[in-house]
Nanobody, 123 residues
Framework: QAQLVESGGGLVQAGGSLRLSCAAS????????MGWFRQAPGKERDFVAA????????SYADSVKGRFTISRDNAKNTVYLQMNSLKPEDTAVYYC????????????????WGQGTQVTVSS
């Protein structure tokens, strides 16, 4: 099982940018497809983005396409979420997740989860 630790959350102004990081340990770094999910207060956890084991394929939720970019550096055992043009509705706790096999946008496919990092976008 992968162990995941998110970092990089904080308070930013609308229209600004933020980069989240997820450090992974356990197994080989290239052995896991990775995903980002988020949960706003009083709402369900939603899919944000996912990336394949080698980082050559990605998938994004419609709400973040064109604004967010997921990437990974397997040499550093780290996956990133670059967030640009942030909106107040992006405010949520962001979670990193890992799974073996192909990348997925389905929450049930991911077996390992980080503790989450808070992102707050002021309006």
């Amino acid at each position: 099982q992968a162990q995941l630790v998110e970092s990089g959350g904080g308070l930013v102004q609308a229209g600004g940018s933020l980069r989240l990081s997820c450090a992974a340990s356990g197994g080989t770094s290239s052995g896991y497809a990775m995903g980002w999910f988020r949960q706003a207060p009083g709402k369900e956890r939603d899919f944000v983005a996912a990336i394949s084991r080698r980082g050559d394929s990605t998938s994004y939720a419609d709400s973040v396409k064109g604004r967010f970019t997921i990437s990974r550096d397997n040499a550093k055992n780290t996956v990133y979420l670059q967030m640009n043009s942030l909106k107040p509705e992006d405010t949520a706790v962001y979670y990193c997740a890992a799974r073996t096999g192909y990348y997925s946008r389905y929450e049930a496919d991911f077996g390992s989860w980080g503790q989450g990092t808070q992102v707050t976008v002021s309006s």
